[in-house]
């Protein structure tokens, strides 16, 4: 019985075993000692289910007195939406004798957060296996959960991100195939939709790719000499040409020679300007600026559109973070400014924004002239 319950126990834990008397583990001082030891919420509970004793662990994460009544301790610090679940499982593994294995949430005294556990429960039996007492591990899989999450979400945002331009492809083929025996004129235009498609799905596709380089930090760069201010004017101009919607103003250019790699820093402006359009939909203007302040150049890009809350601005460099607000409403995939924050990184530079809700954004980054 002991090896069964060594492969349970979370691995980091396993030096801290010591042998243990299952008839007689609530009288056992060494055994107690090793539970208060554990990094790991730990209660242990009769036969019947009945919680008989918890670690200082627990006690110390819920922030509920040790007077506190035990067989109410576990509904006082949980989730209530995972309270009957919890429960049904409980008496579902009491009266099979299985062990038990469910996720749920538990408050965090130090700052009222519900977060996720997993908890593990074990049959702890005497040498006639007759179950004694049962064993519950407790663990904070919160980061883990949310990963998991993240994940999920990411490829549900893929799965449409690519689903809406093939679909809109798919279409303008269907309507060339129908009109060329029918008028010449169409084929430029039909065409044209189906080119932007097409490169928009090669820049989701290019994303991803930088987003996996960047994680595995083997995002390529070539650095060059070029001017600085000549690249934030072609920028400009190939953005404008792209929008129909928006004017974009070169209010101020730094004209400087700079050491970097052009190409990626093309790209994060042009995700800049992008954002800056796709966010001020009520908006007519965006405006840029580039300057020199001592040894480092700064670029500015400002719009005037739907702003980003104070509890969201740490979080949108982020990879695969969107505003749950926006998301609905925005194509994209939260990816941009996570590679934006790697390449400017990577010059030894910095990227950072000045928001108010519903007034607009203004994104920033400089960096090292000398760098």
Known sequence: MKEDLLTHIPQETLHSIIAFDSNNIPESAYF????????????????????????????????????????????????????????????????????????????????????????????????????????????????????????????????????????????LLYLYKSEIMADNDAYP?????????????????????????????????????????EMIKECVEHMQQQTVTHTIVLEQNAEILFTGDKLRLEQVINNLLSNAIKYSPGADTIVVK?????????VSVQDFGIGIAPENINDIYTAYYRVNNTAAEFEGLGIGLYICSEII???????????????GSTFYFSLPVNG
């Open 32 to 171: 107690a000692a090793w539970m208060e030891d554990l990094p790991v919420k730990i209660i242990i509970a009769d036969a019947k289910g009945r919680a008989e004793y918890w670690n200082k662990q627990w006690y110390e994460y819920t922030g509920l007195p040790l007077d506190y009544p035990k067989n109410k301790l576990w509904k006082a610090a949980m989730h209530p939406d995972d309270i009957q679940r919890t429960y049904n499982g409980m008496w579902y593994s009491v009266r099979t004798g299985k062990e038990l294995q469910i996720e749920y949430r538990l408050k965090r005294a130090s700052d009222g957060q519900y977060r996720w556990h997993l908890a593990r429960a074990y049959p702890l039996k005497n040498g006639e296996q007759k179950i004694m007492q049962w064993l519950v591990a407790v663990t904070d899989i919160h980061e883990q959960k949310q990963a998991e999450c993240s994940k999920d979400m990411f490829l549900s945002v893929v799965s449409h991100e690519f689903k809406t331009p093939l679909t809109t492809l798919k279409t």
């Open 290 to 298: 580039s300057y020199l302040v001592q040894d480092e150049v700064y």
């Open 345 to 359: 990184k990577s010059h030894l530079g910095k990227l950072w924004a000045q928001s108010v809700p519903a007034q």
């Open 189 to 229: 235009h039909v065409l044209e939709q189906a080119e932007n498609q097409l490169l928009r799905m090669e820049r989701l596709v290019g994303n991803l790719l930088d987003v996996s380089k960047a994680n595995a930090y083997k995002m390529a760069y070539r650095f060059e000499e070029f001017n600085f201010g």
